[in-house]
């Protein structure tokens, strides 16, 4: 009994737990965000949130550019933080700036971008794990001071 209420009989892993992580928000990221919003540019490009005051156009381009390149970087393990962090600058400007930080319930609630932020914030910090792509460079793409020596 002690056993099943300390959950001891699930195996621990943080690399393994970021790698869940980066899947499940990632991927969810790059299909109903990033992919919608590439496929559906010219009906949302007249229309789509400017908080930046760079146009609607423009603002549209980032947030496929973060919510397509990023969410692909954090999946495959591949700078990973570097597309976290483009996903965390994306989503801070979506929640502040469109939804205003509101996190109440309704059709117009920052709480689905809330949510997506903490997630890749996480990401940015802890990095990918040890289930990624590039090994001998950090998450930025450079070489890391054991690779840089050979």
Request: net charge positive; aromatic share 10%; proline share 3%.
């Amino acid at each position: 009994m002690k056993k099943i209420c300390q959950v001891c009989f699930i195996p621990r892993s943080t690399d393994f737990g970021l790698l869940v992580l980066r899947l499940w928000f990632g991927l969810t990221m790059f299909f109903n965000h990033g992919i919608v919003k590439l496929r559906h540019y010219s009906q949302m490009s007249g229309m789509f949130p400017d908080p930046l005051h760079i146009g609607s156009q423009a603002s549209l381009i980032l947030a496929i550019v973060a919510e397509v390149l990023g969410a692909a970087l954090v999946v495959l393990g591949f700078a990973t933080r570097l597309g976290a962090l483009l996903l965390v600058i994306e989503l801070s400007i979506v929640f502040f700036g469109v939804h205003h930080a509101a996190l109440a319930m309704g059709a117009h609630s920052g709480e689905l971008a809330f949510l997506y932020l903490g997630a890749f914030l996480t990401v940015l910090f802890a990095g990918g794990g040890r289930f990624v792509i590039c090994k001998k460079t950090n998450d930025l793409g450079t070489p890391t001071p054991a690779s840089a020596a050979v």
